[in-house]
């Protein structure tokens, strides 16, 4: 689904040049939920904005579905990071003057469909990450855990193709933390949603299928799991 | 295109809705504040120029004033012109006059006035003259030796102090008149005329067989013809059909007597009017630019976000374009309420100058519909600048700031 190939990222220019990426290639199928690791300044996020088309490379390429993504012009970046990207920002990213639900079906109307249909589709994908009644409820009205499966909902309502999310419990406590994981296991075992996932703590590698690991720009290394069936939830 | 629209109205709302009252109520306000600069000078100066321009008709030019050409001192045939004029369809009335200089003498006090020789009767058709009589009574056909004299130089009105007077003069006075040819003349003081109105307070009115008499005429001269119209506006079109009634006389309307006379003070005020204007609407374009790019400013994350979440720049610039014209709709919509408080205000209490002229203020729709178009149309364009800005920056820029 995903085929990264040599891609790299450097910022700034000559001896203050920092390269953040340094030729990384690596391939995710279809339905598979990733955990990339790593430690700060390793790359990761980098490398995720970069495969959400917020970022460019400076070299390489990469594909998604087999369409050259990154050589896109703007509009078709903006048009397939509405339709087909979804992206979970590790401080929400919510707009607060906006309810649960406005800040969802947002994208819904941008994507064109009907004012009753996109609320539809919003409740939906709200009661799909548990917050069910908590529609009308503005970002300051929920704590930490809801506002990011608020974000998840944003990202999943559209039905997109890969679900990207930044270190999405970095703000959380730990038992904020594991419901938005557990939202992340459910879509990933029962829609198969392809799922990568930024993050660097270790007890998250229970929820994943495979880890990537990140060290100083490079692909460190690439393992798949074996799970036992109920493994995560205990 | 309608889905930008249908997203950039739902952020724009959104941001209304939630967003902070007491901001909203303030900027609200400073932009009322704003739009009423633009339009109460303007009225202000419209209701002195009504009142000018009101002050000429009543009293030297009537709506219609026909004088002598070239140097001719006057019309010479003026009872075949009044004939003419009368006959023209749209003349209400008409009637002729004899102005000339003299000096009025009273105690030893002397004062150089114009003298208006008319015809009594017919001037309650054509002028305020017959009622504006503060003291006394009006002339009438046999006031063959009496006079009304203006309140400023009869030392009885607002102004004797400003002006040479004759010194608390009262009906029944008499006075001594040289005209300009040297005639002599004692009248008895009929009654003080007082039109709040220099060109009328400085002046003095006889008979027109007066005048006649002193300067010799033969009852057919007149320095100027009087008319008045039966619908105001009409003028321009009646001034046409003299002419084409054979007056061959000069023949102006109030508007172009108006225009000559106080052109130049209306120039200066005009001047004003625009200065106070261009500073109106460049404070008012500062104020919704700074509003709006605070604005921008403390929600550049989010508009990065809202990119990042596939949200096209268009929208995100039209719900901008939205707020500032929703904010500059209400700030018109206040201000036309302050403003027509205020009109209302002037209407029972006016401005008053020289403590006899009272100026209202005078609503112009077109200036108001300009006014509206004006600011809303710098609405959208302070709007749009500082968020199509922003919304051009990359989304880690916006959101990260790198």
Not at chain 2, 74 to 84: C, E, G, P, R, T
Request: proline share 3%; glycine share 8%.
């Amino acid at each position: 689904m995903i085929k990264v190939k040599d891609l790299k990222r450097c910022y700034g220019t000559g001896d203050t040049a920092v390269r953040a990426l340094k030729g990384v290639s690596f391939e995710i199928n279809k339905g598979e939920f990733v955990a990339i690791m790593g430690a700060s300044g390793s790359g990761k996020t980098t490398l995720l904005r970069i495969l959400a088309l917020l970022d460019d490379a400076t070299g390489g390429e990469y594909t998604i579905r087999g369409l050259k993504v990154s050589s896109l012009p703007e509009a078709e970046r903006s048009y397939y990071r509405l339709t087909q990207v979804g992206y979970i920002f590790q401080d929400y990213a919510l707009i607060n003057e906006m309810s649960a639900a406005e800040n969802v079906y947002l994208l819904s109307l941008m994507e064109g469909k009907s004012k009753k249909e996109s609320y539809r589709t919003a409740l939906e994908a709200l009661e799909k990450v548990g917050l069910k009644g908590k529609h009308d409820r503005v970002p300051d009205e929920l704590s930490g855990g809801e506002k990011q499966r608020v974000a998840i909902a944003r990202a999943i309502a559209k039905k997109p193709d890969i679900l990207f999310a930044d270190e999405p419990c970095a703000n959380l406590d730990t038992a904020n933390s594991k419901q938005v994981l557990d939202v992340f296991k459910d879509l990933n075992e029962k829609y198969g949603q392809t799922i990568v996932m930024v993050t660097h703590e270790p007890w998250h590698i229970e929820y994943v299928d495979r880890v990537i690991t990140f060290k100083d720009g490079s692909l460190l290394s690439d393992e798949k799991k074996v799970k036992e069936p109920g493994s995560v939830k205990d | 295109m309608i889905n930008d629209i249908r997203v950039g109205a739902l952020i724009a709302y959104c941001s209304v809705k939630r967003g902070n009252k007491k901001t909203l109520i303030f900027i609200v306000f400073v932009l009322s504040l704003i739009f009423m600069n633009l339009v109460f000078l303007p009225s202000m100066i419209g209701g002195l120029l009504g009142l000018f321009t009101g002050f000429m008709q009543d009293y030297p030019y009537g709506d219609i004033v026909i004088e002598p050409t070239g140097d001719n001192t006057y019309i010479n045939n003026a009872d075949n012109v009044l004939k003419k004029v009368r006959a023209v369809e749209g003349v209400r009335a008409a009637t002729k006059r004899l102005d000339v200089g003299a000096s009025i003498n009273h105690k030893q006090k002397v004062v150089g006035v114009t003298i208006t020789g008319m015809l009594p009767t017919e001037e309650y058709e054509i002028s305020r003259y017959p009622y504006i009589i503060s003291e006394g009574d009006f002339l009438s056909d046999l006031s063959r030796d009496e006079i009304i004299i203006g309140a400023m130089i009869a030392g009885a009105g607002f102004g004797s102090e400003i002006y040479d007077n004759l010194g608390e003069v009262r009906p029944g006075a008499f006075v001594d008149v040289t005209y300009s040819n040297g005639v002599k003349r004692t009248y008895k003081v009929k009654g003080i005329m007082e039109g709040t109105f220099e060109v009328v307070d400085l002046n003095a009115l006889v008979h027109y067989k007066e005048i006649e008499d002193v300067y010799g005429l033969e009852g057919k001269e007149a320095t100027s013809v009087v008319v008045r119209v039966k619908e105001q506006g009409t003028e321009a079109q009646i001034q046409d059909k003299i002419r084409e009634a054979g007056v061959n006389e000069q023949i102006f309307t109030w508007a172009d007597k108006s225009e000559s006379l106080i052109r130049q003070a209306m120039q200066s005020m005009g001047a004003i009017d625009t200065m106070s204007k261009i500073v109106s609407l460049i404070v008012g374009a500062a104020l919704v630019l700074i509003i709006i790019y605070i604005n921008v400013l403390n929600r550049k994350k989010e508009i990065g976000i809202l990119k990042a979440v596939g949200i096209t720049p268009r929208s995100i610039v039209l719900s901008y374009a939205f707020l500032s014209t929703f904010y500059v709709s209400l700030g018109i919509s206040a201000g036309l309420v302050l403003y027509l408080s205020l009109m209302l205000y002037f209407q029972a209490n006016p401005v008053t100058f020289y403590e006899t002229m009272e100026v209202r203020p005078v609503i112009d729709p077109v200036l108001l519909v300009q006014s509206v178009v004006t600011m809303l149309t710098l609405s959208v364009v302070a709007g749009i600048l500082p968020a199509w800005s922003v919304s051009r920056e990359s989304i880690l820029k916006a959101i990260w700031g790198r």
